[in-house]
C-alpha cells in the first residue's frame, strides 16, 4: 500500500528522524527508507574554575564541567588571582581541540595534543613534559623548557614564537618535524636534540654568543636519519672562545641537509 503524507506532516516527520541521526529517503515512491546520517562531533567550550585543588589539571572539579577537558572540548584558562597550572605525569597524555590560557602552565610530565590553535598569554614551561601537534602562539612570552631529558615538542607542530631555556642546561627534544615563526635560543651548555627523519622549517637557531660551554644542535635517531633545514630556515651565531656544535649520536650514521642558511656569524 502506498503511504500518504500531506507536505506539514512529511516535513515534521524528516525533522524528528533528523533529530535522531536518521535520513528519511523515499523509494520507488511507496515508503520511507531510513538511513544513518553522517557523525558530526559538536565541540564544547569548557573554562578552568579551580574549584578542586586549585592547581592540578587533572583534578577534575578544577573544570568548570567537573571533567577533565577531551579531544571535544575548547579550553580557556582565565581566572582571577595568579595561579600556576600543573600539568604532570599523573595527568598523562591527553587532547584538547583549541587552548586559550592566560596563566602560568607548568608541564612537568605527560603530553598535550592539541588538534588545532593555542594562544598562551600566560607563562608557559617544558619541565618535564611534551606538547603536541597544533599550532602554538606565544604571547608577549617565550616557550621555556629546562634541563629535564623528557622535554620534547613532538611534530608536526608550528610554534609562533621565540624558544629558550629556564635556567641552566637547557634540553629540547624535537620529533616529527617544527615549523617556528620565531627563534630558538640555545645558550650555554643547552642541547636542542633532533631525532629522527625530520625538516627544521621557517625559523632561526641562534647560538647565542656568550662566550661559556658548548652550545648543542644534535641530530639522533636510527642509522640513516637526517635533518633538513629547509630553503627558509637558517642556524646562525657562535660564541666567542667557546663552541658552537652541530653533531649526530645513535646508532649509524645521521645527516643534515641544508637546503636554507647556515651563518657563524660570530665565530671563535
Do not use: C, K
Not at 506539514?8 to 529517503?25: I, K
Not at 577537558?69 to 595527568?91: C, F, L, M, Q
Not at 617565550?142 to 631555556?165: E, H, K
Not at 630558538?184 to 627523519?197: K, P, R
Amino acid at each position: 500500500m502506498q503511504s500518504q503524507y500531506p507536505a506539514d506532516r512529511s516535513s515534521r516527520v524528516r525533522d524528528v528522524l533528523r533529530a535522531l541521526g536518521l535520513a528519511a529517503r523515499p523509494r520507488d515512491g511507496r515508503s520511507i527508507h531510513m538511513e544513518p546520517l553522517e557523525d558530526r562531533r559538536v565541540l564544547a567550550a569548557i573554562s578552568w574554575d579551580g574549584g578542586g585543588d586549585g592547581t592540578s589539571w587533572h583534578d577534575a572539579v578544577n573544570w568548570s564541567t567537573d571533567a577533565i577537558p577531551g579531544a571535544a572540548d575548547d579550553v580557556t584558562i582565565d581566572v582571577a588571582g595568579t595561579p600556576t597550572i600543573s600539568y604532570t605525569a599523573t595527568t598523562g597524555n591527553r587532547s584538547v581541540n583549541s587552548l586559550v590560557s592566560r596563566e602560568t602552565i607548568n608541564f612537568t610530565g605527560g603530553r598535550l595534543s592539541l588538534l588545532t590553535t593555542a594562544s598562551m598569554e600566560g607563562a608557559t614551561t617544558l619541565g618535564g613534559g611534551s606538547l603536541s601537534g597544533g599550532a602554538w602562539t606565544m604571547v608577549g612570552q617565550q616557550l621555556r623548557f629546562t634541563s629535564s631529558g623528557n622535554n620534547a615538542l613532538v611534530g608536526p607542530i608550528t610554534v609562533n614564537g621565540d624558544l629558550a631555556r629556564s635556567g641552566a642546561n637547557g634540553f629540547l627534544s624535537i620529533t616529527g618535524g617544527l615549523t617556528l615563526n620565531g627563534t630558538i635560543l640555545i645558550q650555554s651548555n643547552d642541547t636542542i636534540d633532533f631525532g629522527g627523519t625530520q625538516t627544521f622549517a621557517n625559523g632561526t637557531i641562534d647560538f647565542i654568543a656568550d662566550n661559556t660551554a658548548a652550545h648543542t644542535v644534535r641530530v639522533s635517531g636510527a642509522d640513516g636519519s637526517t635533518l633538513t633545514i629547509a630553503a627558509n630556515a637558517q642556524i646562525t651565531g657562535g660564541t666567542g672562545s667557546s663552541t658552537s656544535n652541530i653533531t649526530s649520536t645513535g646508532t649509524g650514521t645521521q645527516a643534515v641537509i641544508n637546503l636554507g642558511t647556515i651563518n657563524a656569524d660570530n665565530p671563535s
